[in-house]
Nanobody, 126 residues
Framework: QVQLVESGGGLVQAGGSLRLSCTASGRTFSSYAMGWFRQAPGKERAFVSA????????YYADSVKGRFTISRDNAKNTVYLQMNSLKPEDTAVYYC???????????????????WGQGTQVTVSS
């Protein structure tokens, strides 16, 4: 069993930055691909970004490409999401998720992930 805890959300003005963190319990974090998803009010949970178990490959939704950066530190059991040039449409609850896989082809479907955090609110004001 893996438990994920997100932090780093908050209120920021448009154009600002935030860094989200997701820390995992357990000793098998390095075998998990990790993803970030977000869910705005009235909308479905949507893929934001993902990173392979080694950190060697990363993937982004088109809406955040060039503004967000995912990274991980396996020694700290933590995955990060650096969010720059934030826009009001980035407002959502952000969730991290883990999938036990060594494959480089990481799915973007939320249903493909095994473990989820509780979410952290990000609000971008205009």
């Amino acid at each position: 069993q893996v438990q994920l805890v997100e932090s780093g959300g908050g209120l920021v003005q448009a154009g600002g930055s935030l860094r989200l963190s997701c820390t995992a319990s357990g000793r098998t974090f390095s075998s998990y691909a990790m993803g970030w998803f977000r869910q705005a009010p009235g909308k479905e949970r949507a893929f934001v970004s993902a990173i392979t178990w080694s950190g060697g490959n990363s993937y982004y939704a088109d809406s955040v490409k060039g503004r967000f950066t995912i990274s991980r530190d396996n020694a700290k059991n933590t995955v990060y999401l650096q969010m720059n040039s934030l826009k009001p449409e980035d407002t959502a609850v952000y969730y991290c998720a883990g999938r036990n896989t060594y494959l480089n082809n990481i799915p973007r479907a939320a249903t493909s992930y095994d473990y989820w955090g509780q979410g952290t609110q990000v609000t971008v004001s205009s």
